[in-house]
């Protein structure tokens, strides 16, 4: 199986205009990203996320970074990528039916109750957060959690937690105090004048923190 890594970027074309998922990809993955998270939540045919995500792929080449794709686990299977699933996606045992056992699977949770309930199922890891609130979601947002409610839902499952939600350099290294496993970044990365040396500013960080 897929490692679950540290760092994951989530790319997005929405909240700025200069870069493509493509390029964040390759910069992501050139800055030290263990996986890019391919996340599109405009209105795209099954064919141009296919493209796109084949692109994606690409444009990460040699470096060793895992392709994600976030929803959709009928454009995972036909790449053979990782998936994360959010609350509203197929059911983690329906999701793994369609990609095999060997294949890296995420779940979403913004709660114990909720961790609990998805850890149950077959993921490899949480999803969670917003820890710090987010920009990307505006009035969909799960409610914000902060770095106590983080840590009881870290303390509550065995399922390594990737937490996510206005994560930078300057403030992940508490959110690894809490014992989340990795974290999840976007405006950090795909709003910056220079992805990969955000990228590798956040690297640099996380190894800082876990030294």
Do not use: W
């Not at 199986?1 to 540290?6: L, Q």
């Not at 909720?114 to 920009?135: C, I, M, N, S």
């Not at 840590?151 to 989340?180: H, K, M, Q, W, Y």
């Amino acid at each position: 199986m897929t490692k679950i890594g540290r760092l994951h970027v989530i790319t997005d074309e929405q909240l700025q205009s200069r870069f493509s998922h493509t390029q964040l990809a390759g910069f992501a993955a050139q800055g030290g990203a263990d996986v890019v998270q391919f996340r599109e939540k405009r209105p795209r045919t099954t064919r141009e996320l296919i493209e796109t995500a084949e692109a994606m792929r690409a444009a990460v080449g040699d470096a060793p970074t895992t392709l994600l794709i976030d929803d959709r686990a009928d454009v995972a299977a036909a790449l053979g990528c990782a998936l994360h699933l959010g609350r509203d996606d197929l059911p983690p045992d329906v999701a793994r039916r369609l990609l095999g056992g060997g294949t890296l699977v995420g779940g979403t949770a913004n709660s114990v109750e909720e961790a609990r309930r998805v850890a149950a199922q077959p993921v490899d890891y949480l999803g969670v957060g917003p820890v710090f609130g987010t920009t990307s979601k505006g009035d969909r947002a799960a409610p914000m959690l902060g770095l106590e409610r983080l840590r009881e839902i870290v303390e509550a499952v065995d399922t390594p937690i990737i937490a996510i939600g206005s994560i930078t350099a300057d403030n992940l290294a508490s959110v690894f105090e809490t014992g989340a496993y990795g974290v999840a970044v976007l405006s950090a990365v795909v709003c910056a004048d220079d992805p990969e040396a955000a990228t590798a500013r956040i690297r640099e960080a996380i190894d800082r923190a876990l030294a």
